[in-house]
């Protein structure tokens, strides 16, 4: 339906947010983004995700582990879920071991027939780790990049969704 971005500078907010409207009601996106198994089918750089050290599914504290994919570079990632509200947000952090890296989170708030879905990005990094992620993920702007994949990764979740609950 329609999508906005906006970026804004700062520890406390996000550095990247993408918003879509979705035809599909706030659960049904909540339980398909919420389901980190899934995150290969929307997202343009992650592969797959599972969940480690005995979780099962999206709850504060449940860990999971991500391979993500750049042309040729591949790398994991190992993330803890900060915030799981059925229905109205998902949220985890990636770390590296004592190195926080970022925040994703995504927010439903239903409007009209469908739900506004906002997918916000925060870099964690110390400043000194840009350098390194050019070389690991081969990307020279991170907010750029991940503007352009969360763009992508809120239409295919779009498309999914609605071809669920249209006819035939």
């Given amino acids: 339906m329609g999508k906005q971005d906006s970026r804004t500078e700062g520890s406390s907010t996000s550095d990247v947010t993408v918003e879509e409207v979705i035809a599909a009601p706030a659960q049904v996106l909540y339980d398909l983004v919420s389901d980190v198994t899934r995150m290969g089918d929307w997202s343009p750089e992650t592969r ?14 449940a860990r999971f582990r991500g391979s993500n994919r750049n042309g040729w570079r591949r790398w994991s990632t190992s993330c ?21 890296v970022s925040r994703w989170t995504y927010e439903f708030v ?44 809120l239409a295919a979740l779009r498309r999914h969704a609605e071809s669920r609950s249209s006819p035939g």
């Avoid at 803890?80 to 926080?100: E, I, N, Q, Y």
């Avoid at 506004?116 to 993920?137: H, N, Q, Y």
């Fill in 80 to 100: 803890t879920v900060v915030a799981a509200d059925p229905g109205a947000r998902f949220s985890f952090d990636v770390d590296l071991p004592g190195l926080p």
């Fill in 110 to 153: 239903s409007e009209g027939p469908g739900t506004r879905v906002r997918e916000s990005w925060t870099d964690r990094r110390p400043g000194w780790m840009d350098r390194f992620g050019k070389v690991v993920r081969g990307v020279s702007d991170t907010k750029a990049h991940n503007r352009a994949g969360m763009e992508a990764t």
């Fill in 48 to 61: 797959s995700c599972r969940w480690v050290g005995g979780a099962t599914g999206p709850r504060v504290g």
